[in-house]
Structure formats: C-alpha cells, structure tokens
C-alpha cells in the first residue's frame, strides 16, 4: 500500500515569509509525529498526534512553529516568519497507536531559507 | 538530554566485514528500535527489541539488549557497501508515547 507522502519535497523561501509542509500519514495509522533534522544531526521531536488526544507539542522549538492534523489524516506543519536556522529537513512519521509500533517516514521536506 | 547515544560516531569498514554498533541510553525503556537512513531522507524501520527481550534477529541483522547496563548493540553481519547509511537507535519509555532518536552512526562500507 502507500506509504508516508510528504510535500513540497524540497522548498526554497526568502527569510520572514511563512512556509507550510504537508504530511499525508498511511491510512489507519492514528499517531503522526513531525521531526526537524539539522544538516548531519539526530531527529529532533516536534510534535505528536494521537487520535483526538490533544497534541503533544512539547518539541516545538518557538511560537513560530504550529501544526495541524483533520481527524487521522493529513497534517500541516507551518512556520512562520522563517528563519535561516529553520532550514533542515523535515521528516513526518505515522504509526499504530504511539511507539509501541513501528514508524513509517515520508522522505521528507528539504527546507532552504535564504 | 539526549536518551539514546550511538557509539561510534562514524564507522568505516570492507565488505564482507561485520559492524557493529552502539546505544546507550538513560532511563528505563519498553522497546528499542533501530532505524536506517539513507542520503538524509526518510528512515526505515529496522527491527524492534522489547525490554524483556535480550536478542533478535532478522536476516543479517542482530539485536541485542542488556537492560542492566541500559545498553543496545546492532550487528549487521557480512556487510555490503549498499548497507552504507546512517543507523539510529530511538527508545520508547512509554510515559509519553513517543521516541526519542540518537544521533546516529554513519557507517561507510567499502567495495
């Protein structure tokens, strides 16, 4: 079946404009996490959903960063006023119910702010 | 902090050689897992060991986990140069349902 589908791919912005990354989880999986991944770095934790739990935003790095999921399906991480240490990778995973299981990444969005 | 530190930071080998690779970790743990990254993409899932399991295997990889010493190791077993990656371990302490990823090896295997 498919898997975990993340776009744009790659994105190239101007410091201060807003940017929005889309995750499209495996369907059925009701946990979907957001990591940022510096150039040569470990995965930082962003955010996590689970269900109709109330997010875990622990992770997020400032008020900049927000993210959204509709039910058990697509989420939206948005950054606004972007800035030139925001540029990394960001990775979207989705599982069966937490950490228990498994995740499936997306292969990412390579952010770029100039 | 970081829970899961991998050991060594880089790791360079010949084919056909083992590799074997490390996580510490902190805290008590319900399951570890070990990942695979290549080109700074997307991880693959490798295999997964639970804290009452001490050894796991799948095809050429080997896991094992030493709870007392809050430690893991991964062995990949006659390595290829396309096992050339970028491995994590994550653990899962179940307080809050989510992993917490190392740093990562980067493990180069030459032809």
């Known amino acids: 079946g498919a898997g975990v589908s993340q776009s744009p791919s790659n994105k190239v912005t101007e410091k201060g404009k807003d940017v929005e990354l889309r995750c499209d989880p495996i369907s059925g999986h009701t946990a979907l996490y957001w990591y940022r991944q510096r150039l040569g770095q470990g995965l930082e934790f962003l955010i996590y959903?689970?269900?109709?739990?109330?997010?875990?935003k622990s992770g997020l790095p400032s008020d900049r960063f927000s993210a959204e999921r509709t039910g058990e399906s697509v989420s939206t991480l948005t950054i606004q006023r972007t800035q030139q240490e925001d540029s990394a990778v960001y990775l979207c995973a989705s599982s069966l119910v937490g950490s228990r299981y498994e995740q499936y990444f997306g292969p990412g969005t390579r952010l770029t702010v100039t | 902090s970081q829970q899961g530190e991998e050991d060594p930071q880089a790791l360079s080998i010949q084919e056909g050689e083992n590799a074997t690779m490390n996580c510490s970790y902190k805290t008590s743990i319900n399951n570890l897992q070990w990942y695979r990254q290549n080109s700074g993409r997307g991880l693959v899932h490798l295999i997964l060991?639970?804290?009452?399991?001490r050894e796991k295997h799948s095809g050429r990889l080997r896991v094992t986990l030493d709870t007392s010493k809050k430690s893991s190791s991964l062995l990949i077993t006659a390595s290829r140069a396309a096992d050339t990656a970028s491995y994590f371990c994550?653990?899962?302490?179940?307080?809050?349902?989510?992993?917490?990823f190392g740093k990562g090896i980067t493990l180069s295997v030459r032809p």
């Open positions: 959903f689970q269900g109709n739990s109330a997010p875990d």
């Open positions: 994550a653990t899962d302490n179940g307080a809050n349902s989510k992993l917490t």
């Open positions: 060991i639970r804290s009452n399991e």
